[in-house]
């Protein structure tokens, strides 16, 4: 388990995005590339973090948010 989204793609098999509370899925992810095949700067893996990014982004804005009032 990791909450970075790099890690996430470039070592794990399945990705899955939760939602904020109460916690459901919201996707499964499957990443196909073998890891010996998996390198930075791949255009398929950088892909696949910016589509798991574009999933969280606007639950991470919300949590920010309030944050920044307590």
Known sequence: M???LAEAVRL???V???SRRPGQIREIVDID???SE???GD????????HLWNL?????RTADAELINV
Do not use: I
């Open 43 to 50: 255009p398929d893996l950088d892909a696949q973090q910016k």
């Open 12 to 14: 794990g098999h399945r």
């Open 56 to 60: 969280m982004r606007d639950e991470a």
């Open 16 to 18: 899955v995005v939760l």
């Open 38 to 40: 998996r390198e930075f």
């Open 33 to 35: 590339k073998p890891l």
């Open 2 to 4: 990791t909450h970075n």
